[in-house]
C-alpha cells in the first residue's frame, strides 16, 4: 500500500503545519471522499457542468476502472487532493482513455499498454501551497515505477474565460519549447479557434502545466475545447526516460 506522511509547513495560514498522509483509495468510501472533493472544486468553484448523478458527486465511467490516488490531512481526517490513475489495460477493458475522448491517439496506440493515464487533479483551496501537489506527483511516480509504466500521460487545463485567447497563446508558447516529436502527436477531436491568439499579450502558464514542463513532458499537439468544463485542454506525455535529472529524485523518493 502506498502511503507516505509529510507536515506541510506552506499553509497559507501560517499558523501550524499540517500533517498529511498520501495513499491508494482501499474502498468505495474513500473513493466517494475524492469525487466529493472533485465536486466542490469543478462545479461549485470553477463552475463546470458534471454529467454524475448523485449530488454533491462528481463521478463518471472511468471511476470504477481507477486508481485513486488521495491526500488527507491527518488532523481533521478530510481529503484535501486526488488525483486518478488509469493504466493501459484497463483503458483497453473500458473501451479507451477519458484522453480518447477529447483527442485522436492513433499515433500513440502502440504505447497503451506502457502508459498510465492520470487526470481529476484536484486541491482543496485551503491547501494549494504546493504540498499537496509534490506529494500527488510523488505518488503517480512511485506508483509508475512499482508497477513499470513507462508513460505518463494526461490534459492540462487553460481557461477559456477570456474566449480562448490566454488557451492560444499558451499553447504556441509551449509548442516552440515543448512540442513533442511527429511520433507522439494527437489531433483534438473539437478545436480551439487558435485565431483568437493575441502573439504580443503575456504568456501566463498555469502553475500545474508550468510543473509538468519541469519535469520534462511533451506539449503533444493543438488544444481541445471542453465545453463542459469551459477549457483548453493540452495532451502531455511524459515519457519516464525524459524524466528531468533535477526532479527525478525529488518525485521518486520514499518519505
Not at 23 to 43: C, G, H, K, P, T
Not at 131 to 149: C, D, K, N, P, Q
Not at 168 to 187: D, I, K, T, W
Request: hydrophobic share 40%; with cysteine; charged share 25%.
Amino acid at each position: 500500500m502506498l502511503q507516505k506522511h509529510l507536515a506541510d509547513r506552506g499553509h497559507k495560514s501560517g499558523i501550524y503545519p499540517r500533517a498529511l498522509t498520501i495513499s491508494i483509495a482501499r474502498d468505495q468510501n474513500e473513493v466517494r471522499e475524492a469525487q466529493r472533493l472533485r465536486y466542490r472544486v469543478f462545479a461549485e468553484e470553477m463552475g463546470a457542468r458534471l454529467s454524475g448523478r448523485a449530488a454533491g458527486i462528481d463521478c463518471d465511467i472511468f471511476d470504477p476502472w481507477c486508481e485513486h490516488l488521495i491526500v488527507r490531512e491527518t488532523e481533521g481526517g478530510c481529503v484535501v487532493g486526488t488525483y486518478r490513475m488509469l493504466c493501459g489495460a484497463n483503458a483497453r477493458r473500458l473501451g479507451g482513455f477519458y484522453s480518447d475522448e477529447e483527442f485522436d491517439l492513433t499515433r500513440l496506440d502502440h504505447l497503451r499498454n506502457q502508459i498510465l493515464e492520470v487526470g481529476r487533479t484536484c486541491v482543496h483551496r485551503d491547501y494549494r501551497s504546493g504540498a499537496v501537489i509534490s506529494m500527488l506527483w510523488s505518488g503517480v511516480a512511485r506508483y509508475m515505477r512499482e508497477s513499470g509504466y513507462q508513460y505518463l500521460m494526461g490534459c492540462a487545463s487553460v481557461s477559456m474565460a477570456d474566449g480562448g485567447a490566454a488557451a492560444a497563446n499558451v499553447h504556441y508558447a509551449l509548442q516552440c519549447s515543448s512540442g513533442s516529436p511527429a511520433e507522439y502527436r494527437v489531433f483534438p477531436r473539437l478545436d480551439l479557434p487558435l485565431r483568437r491568439a493575441r502573439p504580443t499579450d503575456p504568456v501566463v502558464i498555469p502553475p500545474l502545466l508550468k510543473g509538468y514542463m519541469r519535469l520534462g513532458a511533451y506539449v503533444c499537439g493543438a488544444p481541445a475545447w471542453d465545453p463542459d468544463f469551459n477549457t483548453a485542454d493540452l495532451l502531455l506525455l511524459l515519457p519516464m526516460s525524459r524524466l528531468a535529472p533535477r526532479y527525478a529524485q525529488h518525485f521518486t523518493r520514499t518519505r
